[in-house]
T-cell receptor, first 114, second 114 residues
Framework: EPEVTQTPSHQVTQMGQEVILRCVPI?????FYWYRQILGQKVEFLVS????????KSEIFDDQFSVERPDGSNFTLKIRSTKLEDSAMYFC????????????FGEGSRLTVL | GENVEQHPSTLSVQEGDSAVIKCTYS??????FPWYKQELGKGPQLIID?????GEKKDQRIAVTLNKTAKHFSLHITETQPEDSAVYFC?????????????FGAGTRLAVHP
């Protein structure tokens, strides 16, 4: 069964460092999303991406965050200068162009900022 | 924007009992209501979903009901088993042509005791 894959599974970084989280969405999907889950809290929407541009973003997704689809398969989330409060599990998700509704989530990338 | 409230935050049942989790939403434009199961260290997995033109949907031991007038929907798990132990999230969104920005509830930690 097709799945969304994410790397790395866990990254530890120092405050102020840049981090790039990578995702390979399901191949025929056209909509891509990043969600964040701080430990023990709800899954929060960060940003959605379609047709090579951001379609929607939340107030969490400030200027420190950016997304990119550098080639036909990868979808990346970059945090330019990490803060302690960026420590969380980051989930990538994708959906297809039909109105089925299902979001397929990856296993997540755990980011720890020290 | 959409806001989803979920109750209870924790639920403990004996194996074989039923479990009910309830959610309310605020945006009348929402038309898609999925339930996700999240096991420790993994991404959310869709277990059942319902659309606004349907009042109830059942899949083996799992059922979901939707009351559009009251803006609430519920997950029912019958004959619970220890492997049902996980965190369950409800979500809501207005789907449009495949684009699906889910807003999640805070989650319910379900523990099924043998």
């Amino acid at each position: 069964e097709p799945e969304v894959t994410q790397t790395p599974s866990h990254q530890v970084t120092q405050m102020g460092q840049e981090v790039i989280l990578r995702c390979v969405p399901i191949s025929n999907h056209l909509y891509f999303y990043w969600y964040r889950q701080i430990l023990g809290q709800k899954v929060e929407f960060l940003v959605s991406f379609y047709n090579n541009e951001i379609s929607e973003k939340s107030e969490i997704f400030d200027d420190q965050f950016s997304v990119e689809r550098p080639d036909g398969s990868n979808f990346t989330l970059k945090i330019r200068s990490t803060k302690l409060e960026d420590s969380a599990m980051y989930f990538c998700a994708s959906s297809d162009r039909f109105n089925t509704g299902e979001l397929f989530f990856g296993e997540g990338s755990r980011l720890t900022v020290l | 924007g959409e806001n989803v409230e979920q109750h209870p935050s924790t639920l403990s049942v004996q194996e074989g009992d039923s479990a009910v989790i309830k959610c309310t939403y605020s945006d009348s434009a929402s038309n898609y209501f999925p339930w996700y199961k999240q096991e420790l260290g993994k991404g959310p997995q869709l277990i059942i979903d319902i659309r606004s033109n349907v009042g109830e949907k059942k899949d083996q031991r799992i059922a979901v009901t939707l009351n559009k007038t009251a803006k609430h929907f519920s997950l029912h798990i019958t004959e619970t088993q220890p492997e049902d132990s996980a965190v369950y999230f409800c979500a809501a969104s207005p789907i449009s042509g495949g684009y699906n920005k889910l807003i999640f509830g805070a989650g319910t930690r379900l523990a099924v005791h043998p």
